[in-house]
């Protein structure tokens, strides 16, 4: 897979419909000129699945994030699209609190997205050290974004 031709009437395939991956899929195709018309979307389960279906040849392509986009790259998978230079605004994860208790434990939710973004921040500049990859940290000070490829 070189070209955004070369994906054309193959199967590409994300965990399940509506996650994450199926988003990223679209996002995706959508940057090589394609739409989900142009190509078969099936279900395939977790990303280690779906990177063994790709280098099967079981499916053409298919979205990952890290760690498995390092991993595709040393063994030699090519990636044809990388959205992390765009940086697309992007809900990973979400946190749902009872109305009840926002009045009665305000402090602790308030607290706890500060304890989160430092814990980003801190997680951030530790894999910068660890890799030494330039790009990859969060030097700015702002959340790292996922790295989704295709």
């Known amino acids: 897979m070189k070209t955004a031709e070369d994906l054309k009437g193959g199967v590409v395939g994300v965990s399940t ?17 394609l739409g989900r018309g142009d ?16 280098k099967s040849g079981e499916i053409k392509a298919t979205a990952l994030n890290e760690p498995l986009t390092s991993l595709a790259r040393q063994q030699g998978v090519n990636v044809l699209v990388d959205l992390v230079p765009d940086q697309i ?12 208790d926002i ?38 000070h702002q959340f790292e974004s996922p790295r989704h490829h295709l």
């Open 89 to 100: 605004p992007w809900l990973f994860s979400g946190i749902v609190v009872r109305h009840s």
């Open 17 to 33: 419909f509506g996650s994450e991956s199926d988003s990223t899929v679209t996002l995706a195709l959508q940057k090589l000129g």
């Open 103 to 140: 009045a009665a434990r305000r402090d602790v939710l308030t607290r706890f997205p500060q304890s989160q973004h430092r814990g980003q921040l801190h997680r951030g500049h530790g894999r910068e050290a660890r890799q030494g990859s330039a790009g990859q940290g969060t030097e700015d």
């Open 39 to 54: 190509v078969v979307v099936k279900e395939y389960g977790g990303g280690t699945r779906r990177l063994e279906a790709v």
